[in-house]
Structure formats: C-alpha cells, structure tokens
C-alpha cells in the first residue's frame, strides 16, 4: 500500500474525433471543475505549530446541478478553495459540504450561484467492464487549460486508499499516464461518470486508480441523512479453507468452500456473532470461494467483505456457516468500528497533546508514526511500532482506549534525565491506568498528590516527577517554546 | 593555501617518527606476534539445514606462555581451519582450540608442531595500565611483516565485547592510521596493555581489551574449551539521578546510589536482589547516583567494573561480593556469589549462539526454527525496519526468560511449497503459540510431539494441532508425515530434515 500515492491523473487525447463525440466533449467540459486549495497543515511532531500555507490544484465535476464533487486529499486541510469552469474569467469561492477521508471523496458547493450559469451536471454510471474505454477529464500539470486522455479499464479490485492509508475498497485500474492535478476528476464512459481519478501506483508505468461509482454512491447515500458517517467493518481474520489436512482435522465436508475465521476482532460488526474457527460459507446468498472471494461481476473474482463495505450502518449481513458440525446461517447488523480511527491519517483537525514538564505526549497515530520515522528514530521505538500496528489484532485495545506515548521532549533542567523513557507508552500514572489522552490529563490535573509517578509500558521502573516542579517548569516551557496545553 | 601546507606539514612529522621507531619496535616485537589465517564457515539462519559461503579473514595473534597463541572469539566462530605463520617463516602450521570465551573475545590456540614456538617469545602483559598515554599499534600487513602506528589511549569504560553479554573494560583508542581491529597489539613502552578489537577509521578511533582483562584470562587452567571466568552481577540498574527520584524512593539528598532495575533469572542476583532494591555501596564501594565508583587509577566506572573485572579488588568468580542495600527503606548489607552469565535465562540469543548451529525441524515442507537476533540479522544491516514489528518488540523487550521459565521461541521460518501444506505457502516468520493447545517452549518439544505417536494411522491421536500468533491453526498428519518428507527432502535437495 505504501507503493501508491496520491496523484491525479491525465489521459492524452490520442483518438480521433467523430463529431458526435465533439458535442459530447462540449457539454462534458462544461461539468468539469478546476480547483485551487490554499492549505495549512500541522506538524504531528510539534503539533503545536502549523507549516505554512500552501497552494495546489485539483479537479472536481459537478453532480446534481449546484454540487461540485472531488477527491478529500484536493481540499483536505484547506482554509481556502478556489473553483472555476472552463472559459470562466473569475474564481469562485466554495464551501464544503462533506468530506469522507476513509474514502477520499469531498463533496462541495461554490458560494455564488452564477458558477454554474451554462453548467452540466453530471449523471454516475455503473462499473465499467474490463478492457473498455474511459475518458478523463481534468486539469493536472503542465498547463492551465483543460486536459483530456483516454484509458482501457486494465483490472478491478480491492485496495488500499491512500488519503487515510488504512481503509480499503474497490478501486477500478486503468493504464494511462498519470499526473498530479488531475486528483478528483471526473472518467467519463457514454457521457457517464464512471469513476473519480485519484491515485497511482508509484511503482510500474501507467497504473492508475479510479473510485468507482459503488464507492461514490455510498457517500452520496450516507450523507443524506445531513452527515458523514463513514464505512461499516465486518472484523474479522481469516484463513483460506485449500488445506485438506485441516479439512480433516476439522471435518469439514468435501463440498464446502469458503473461508476459516481466525481472529474476530473487538468493535467489529462480527464481534459476538461469529467465532474463531467458523467456516463462512456463503455472503447474503453469494457462495464464497476457498481463496475468500465471491462473484461480483462477470469480470472478476473479488474479496467477501466487498460484500460488507456496500453495507451501511445498521444494514444486515447474512453469512451461512458451518460450526461444530452443523451448517447455520447468521445475521447481525453491520456496524462501524471506531477502534480503526487511530490508524488513519487525520486531516482538518488538530492532533491532541499534552507537556508536562517539557515531555510532549500524544496519542499513537499514524501521522506521529510517520513523522518519527521521518526524523530516523528506528532505534529503540519497536514498543510503539508494535503496539501501532497490532494493537486490534493483538487485543491490546481490550485492555486500553488509546495509547499514549511520550514522543518527545523540551529540554528544560526538570526533564534532564529523562530520556530513557522517551518512545515508549504511558501504562500508568500513581497507579492508575491511562485509557487515553485525556484521561492521563485528568489524572495529573489531581491536586491530591505531591509525586507524578508514570509507569511505562515494560519497563518496571518509573519516571517520577515533583508537582512543584511541574508547575514551575510548564510556565518556563510555555514561555520559551511557545507551546501550552489546550 | 595555508592549510594545505599544514597538512603536508603535518605527514612528513608523522612519517619521520614513526621511522624511526619502527624499527626498534618491530626488532623487538616481530617474534611475539604470529599471522593467523582463519576459515570460518558461518550457519545460515534463514536456510538452516545449509551453511553460508566459507570466508577467511586474517588476525594478529599474540604469543602466550606455554606455547600458545591469543585470538579473539569473534575471528574464530564457526571455523573450519585455522593457520598460523611467524614473521621468520613462509610457510603456515595449523593450529588447534583449546579455549574459546565468547564473554572476553578472547580465544587460545595450540599449534602441535613443536618447532613452531623455537624462536616466538611470550608476551607479558602489564598488570596496571596508564589510560592517558601515547602507543604503539603493531600489526601485520598481507605478507606479514610487522607495522608500527601510532596511536592513543585516551579511557576506559564498560561495553559488551563483540560477542559476550558480560560488559568488561575496554581501552579507548585514538589513531590516525589504518587499522583493522582483529588483534593489533597495544604497547606503552615497549610494555603489552591491550589488544585492539575494534577500529572505526571514519571516527579514527577503536576499542581495546585492557592487558588486566587478558592477564584474568589466560591465568585459568584451559580445562574446558567453553565457559569463561568472567563473573555477571546479574541485574541492571536505572540511576537516581534528581532528587525529586531520590525522595520518592525514601533516599536522602546527600546519599547516593542506583536502582535495581531487572534482575536475571539464574544470574548471581537471582534470590539475592529485588527489584527497586537500592544499591548503596558495591563491594565496598561508594555508588554515586549514575551507578558509578571511584577506580582508585582509572577514575569513574560502572559498578559492573567491581562484578566483572574485580580482581584487583579480591572479587572473582565465584567469590563473594558484599553490597550494602537500601530495600523497604531500611538498610541491609547481603553478600553475593558471583557467578557467569546465566545462558538458560536467554530467551531470543542476540551476542552469540554460543558455537552452536541453529536447531531446526523441516517437518512437512514447515521450516521450524527458535528465534535469535541472528535469523532477523539475515534481512541486512537494514533489518529493525524489514523485519516483523512484534518481533522486533519482543527482542527489544522480552529476549530474556521471565523467573521459572527456560523457553524461546519456536517459529515458521518459511514454507516448502507442496500440495500437503497448500494453503500455508506464503507464511513466514510465523510464532508458534501452542502446540495441541499447550504453549510451545522448545523446537526440541515440538520435534517430541511430532514423534510422539508417528505410527498411529488413525483417529485423533494422528493430528497434531499448530496455533499460530495471528491466530491461524495449522495441523500437520502424522500419518502422512513420513511420505511428504521423504518427497520434500527430495525435491529441494535437503540432506537432513532435522540438525539435533
């Protein structure tokens, strides 16, 4: 997954032209947006600063006659957004109407009505086949006017979304050079929306990522109700069934596919109803396969749980599996799972932190992560890898909310010696243990107490630090390092 | 201009004087170091049942008493051959091992030809050592003729030598020339103070092992060719640097002294200290808040310095050594046996594997192994950020056994891909959790349930149940077993399926 980025991309025009297709263009170009983003982002390691303001360039397309639809990663973290049509003279101001950074789709409105004089509105298709051909529309680099180019849908499948870096959906292939600008423009099959440009893979030539119209359906149907709410998760491991020694083992009949669960996870739609070892046989009715895939459409195999991400909150999932012995269907309502929230990237909102005496702490995110790797702590920082990265598997997140962890310090006479416990995660402070930020800030607001007394995570001995102290030396921190704690 | 002219300068100095001295010292010294040739052919952790290209290395080894020579451990692991040559002879004698100490690097050799030692003389190294002074570095160049550089101590501190787990002394080693590491002998006068085992030529600095450490070593016995005679305190500390620390630990301003921290299992603290127990006074020293003591001539050094190097001071293996504690705020003064690193409390090997090829199963296309640094080492020198990230905890955090337990950890290396493992082909660096669902302590465990009951052909006694960490269960046939081996072996050229 680290292989794609987020890009926009370009198709160049390399086919000729019918007149019929030249009419059409006309009105396809009179839908296509181009977008500036003015955008100020913050610095996960000094969360208490922002970088500076930054301008870049996106495409958009405009969808129920006064809406303008584009990527979230075009308008993520924007204090300012520009639109503008071709042959327009002037930019116009928008506003954000939603914005689903698990799916990377935005959804805006410009401000002045007088956008969308001689406007088209586009209508969103199906999924196109395999080896048909889209258009796509937008406005990338290496130049300002409107650039069109033309693909073939090369593959479809599921994959990572870049934008938050965890959550994955379908995503529909195709081959074309790709440039950055082109992010959520419109691919346009038979005068039909059939995906949003938004990213490529940086490794190989000519792979390029559409979100299919399932994807942007979801988000259309999600908001309806006035706000985002984002995408269920099924919460499960599994296990393939090819193996015949395991089959046996576990007699299964001859005749059943599907797939084994091996771990069901805390906070997921499956957590209560399904168990470790249960053999899914069948999704709503769909057969799914020894390799966990079911059919979607003529073209392709695909991943079961594409079956739950189409689910909304609260919709039923009906799996038919087979459990000791007996074959039973199961039913629950497919939920979303909060527990993921920490592993996306975040956007539009500031990253929670707290210093005391001068040891900044936050909780374990994936921008901190990244931020520190950045800065090639590799020595010595596996606990916070770790926990990060297996926190739902292990069912470390059983036992703690959110973890906090002491990334880094402002040296000040107080923290001298504190350095052995920096990297690693907060356990406990005077014995009572950390659920998350804001209770660790809670616990240490006590007055009733003249040590702070915190027990990291495997390590036995703690950093212990005097109230009196801490008081002094957050008013000479704040002062010099220009941070507080909000 | 100028600086160009300083530099010119500065090399015609140095190339006149060490002119001039080489020739004295190389007259001296040339019949007490011997050019030593070694063949190492190190095990192949991630393809265990073959081992990696033989490699052979040079050294400088030191001439002992009685006919033997000195060469670190580290040159010499694995080795399949190992010669030797003296400056006035072209021709290489092979020589045995009879000791090999991975705590001290240091190793000894025997050579069975009787004349090789005529015209060798002993060194003798110094008993005390002044670690502000300037050296002679010799060492041996590819045809065997001594060099003289020039060099400086400029310390002494505490580290774990290449390959041990008891930290010991080393001399710090500042010289402008190129040195290689592998056993250039350190004089002060003419007089032997170390042997170097270390040189980073971008930092133009090295490492030495001090002569009072060699002097403990080659005063033993070379009964047994492994073990060492250097003792391990057994714990670790964490220093009581603030006096905010100190208060909380019931410790007044004005005393000093370090808290316990871990204590090893097995080690000599086992029994004898607690943890948060504060150590005051360490064979009679004085402990200051960083856990150091005032060396009488080498100034500030770690308390482990009295544990492991303390003869000077009467403490050695299997003495005792008295330490005045601080526990429940009351004072106490225990007195500790002092005994070797205890390897059994090793959970994930990470200095050395103690000689030893790693054990591995090959049991229907799985590839069992026990975890060691060594098989997450085989990703390269960039392998903290290749390898698995729970692994990487767990050596970081959890590579010694907790009380009461001996275990390590039994792994899926890779898997050979056959039809009767189908399903598994892609895992790799997979823990084994439990085993018929007991927990899994030893590959030698694994290996006795798997045997256990081989010949049944039916029922549930034929299955033996695999759990893996990500929570996967693989089942291996026992009935079966026998065939799909015998095939796999086969096919990927494998001549044994098991090395223990």
């Known amino acids: ?486 | 201009m100028n600086s160009k002219l300083l530099i010119t300068f500065i090399f015609f100095a140095s190339a006149y004087s060490s002119l001039f001295s080489l020739e004295t010292i190389e007259d001296k010294f040339k019949n007490t170091v011997v050019q030593v040739k070694i063949t190492t052919q190190s095990p192949n952790f991630l393809f265990p049942w073959q081992p990696k290209k033989p490699q052979t290395s040079g050294a400088v080894g030191v001439v002992l008493a009685n006919k033997r020579i000195l060469v670190f451990t580290s040159l010499i692991d694995y080795y399949t051959s190992i010669e030797v040559k003296k400056f006035s002879s072209y021709t290489s004698v092979p020589a045995t091992v009879i000791k090999m100490d991975y705590e001290s690097n240091l190793s000894v050799l025997e050579v069975s030809d009787p004349d090789f030692f005529k015209d060798l003389v002993p060194i003798q190294f110094e008993t005390k050592i002044e670690p502000f002074k300037p050296v002679s570095i010799l060492q041996l160049d590819n045809s065997g003729s001594i060099q003289n550089s020039k060099g400086r101590l400029t310390g002494i501190d505490m580290e774990n030598y290449p390959m041990g787990y008891t930290e010991l002394p080393y001399l710090h080693v500042n010289s402008n020339e190129k040195l290689d590491g592998n056993g250039e002998l350190i004089l002060d006068n003419d007089k032997a103070v170390g042997v170097l085992y270390r040189f980073t030529a971008s930092k133009n600095s090295g490492k030495a092992i001090p002569s009072f450490v060699i002097n403990t070593f080659i005063k033993q016995k070379f009964e047994k060719t492994k073990g060492t005679v250097f003792p391990f305190k057994g714990f670790r500390f964490r220093p009581i640097p603030d006096e905010t620390t100190k208060e909380y630990f019931g410790l007044d301003k004005k005393t000093d002294g370090v808290l316990v921290a871990e204590v090893i299992p097995y080690s000599s603290a086992d029994k004898y200290l607690q943890l948060n127990d504060i150590i005051l006074e360490y064979g009679g020293m004085k402990i200051d808040s960083q856990g150091y003591f005032k060396h009488p001539v080498y100034g500030k050094q770690y308390i482990s310095f009295l544990a492991h190097s303390g003869e000077e001071f009467g403490f050695k293996m299997g003495s005792k050594i008295p330490v005045k504690i601080l526990r429940n705020k009351k004072e106490e003064t225990i007195s500790i046996p002092l005994r070797a690193f205890p390897y059994k409390s090793v959970k994930i090997p990470y200095m050395n594997n103690e000689g030893k090829e790693p054990e591995y199963l090959i049991k229907g296309g799985f590839i069992f192994a026990e975890l060691s640094e060594f098989l997450m080492k085989e990703f390269g020198t960039s392998w903290r950020s290749r390898i698995d990230k729970k692994l990487l905890y767990l050596n970081d955090y959890y590579r010694m056994n907790k009380k009461g337990d001996t275990g390590r950890y039994v792994l899926i290396v890779q898997v050979l891909p056959d039809d009767s493992n189908n399903g598994y082909h892609s895992l790799s660096f997979e823990i084994i959790k439990t085993i018929n669902g007991k927990p899994l302590k030893s590959i030698r465990e694994l290996d006795a349930a798997i045997n256990e009951g081989s010949s049944l052909e039916s029922g549930e006694g034929k299955f033996l149940s695999l759990q893996t960490e990500n929570g996967s269960e693989i089942v291996l046939d026992k009935s079966t077993l026998k065939e799909i081996d015998a095939k796999i072996q086969k096919k990927f050229g494998i001549e044994r399926l098991k090395n223990f």
């Open chain 1, 1 to 486: 997954m680290k292989y794609i980025l987020t890009f926009l991309f370009l198709f160049l025009p390399i086919v000729s032209v019918l007149s019929e297709q030249i009419s059409d263009f006309d009105k396809v170009r009179k839908g296509v947006v181009q977008i500036r983003t003015y955008s100020q982002g913050l610095d996960a390691f000094s969360p208490w600063l922002t970088t500076g303001v930054r301008a870049s360039g996106g495409t958009g397309f405009i969808i129920d006659k006064n809406k303008i639809m584009t990527n979230a990663h075009v308008i993520s973290n924007a204090k300012y957004i520009q639109v503008q049509r071709y042959n327009q003279t002037t930019w116009y101001e928008v506003e954000i109407l939603f914005v689903a950074h698990d799916c990377d789709l935005a959804l805006l409105k410009a401000k002045d009505e007088s956008f969308y004089e001689d406007s088209t509105s586009f209508e969103l298709g199906a999924i196109p086949d395999l080896n048909s051909s889209i258009t796509v529309v937008g406005y990338p680099i290496g130049g300002d006017k409107i650039s069109v180019s033309r693909g073939i849908v090369s593959r479809k499948e599921q994959s990572t979304y870049a934008h938050s870096e965890v959550d994955s959906h379908l995503v529909i292939q195709v081959d074309a050079a790709i440039n950055p600008g082109n992010s959520g423009g419109p691919a346009i099959q038979d005068n039909k929306v059939v995906g949003v440009a938004f990213q490529v893979a940086s490794r190989g030539e000519n792979i390029g990522y559409l979100i299919p119209t399932t994807v942007i359906k979801y988000f259309l149907k999600d908001i309806e109700d006035g706000k985002y709410d984002g995408y269920v998760e099924l919460g499960v491991r599994t296990l393939n069934s090819f193996n015949n020694t395991l089959r046996e083992f576990r007699k299964i009949p001859k005749d059943l596919n599907g797939v084994f669960v091996t771990k069901v996870l805390k906070g997921g739609s499956a957590e209560g109803f399904l168990k470790k070892n249960d053999l899914l046989l069948e999704i709503d009715g769909l057969p799914i396969g020894r390799n966990g895939t079911i059919v979607l459409d003529k073209d392709a195999r695909i991943d079961f749980v594409e079956i739950v991400d189409n689910k909304h909150s609260g919709e039923q999932i009906s799996f038919r599996i087979f459990r000791d012995g007996q074959l039973i269907t199961v039913n629950f309502p497919a939920k979303r799972m909060d527990e993921f929230t920490y592993m996306r990237h975040k956007y539009d909102e500031p990253f929670d932190y707290f210093v005391l005496g001068g040891l900044v702490f936050q909780p374990i995110s994936r921008d901190l992560l990244q931020e520190w790797n950045k800065n090639n702590e590799t020595q010595g920082g596996s606990q916070f890898l770790y926990r990060f990265f297996y926190f739902i598997d292990d069912d470390l997140c059983k036992d703690v909310e959110s973890d906090v962890i002491l990334y880094r310090k402002l040296a000040h006479p107080i923290n001298t010696n504190s350095d052995y416990f920096l990297n690693m995660v907060v356990e406990s402070v005077n014995d009572i243990k950390i659920q998350n930020i804001k209770h660790f800030k809670e616990i240490v607001a006590k007055k009733d107490y003249s040590f702070v007394k915190i027990k990291f995570r495997d390590i036995d001995v703690p950093l212990i630090l005097k109230k009196e102290d801490i008081e002094k030396a957050d008013k000479e921190v704040q002062t010099i390092y220009k941070v507080g704690n909000k």
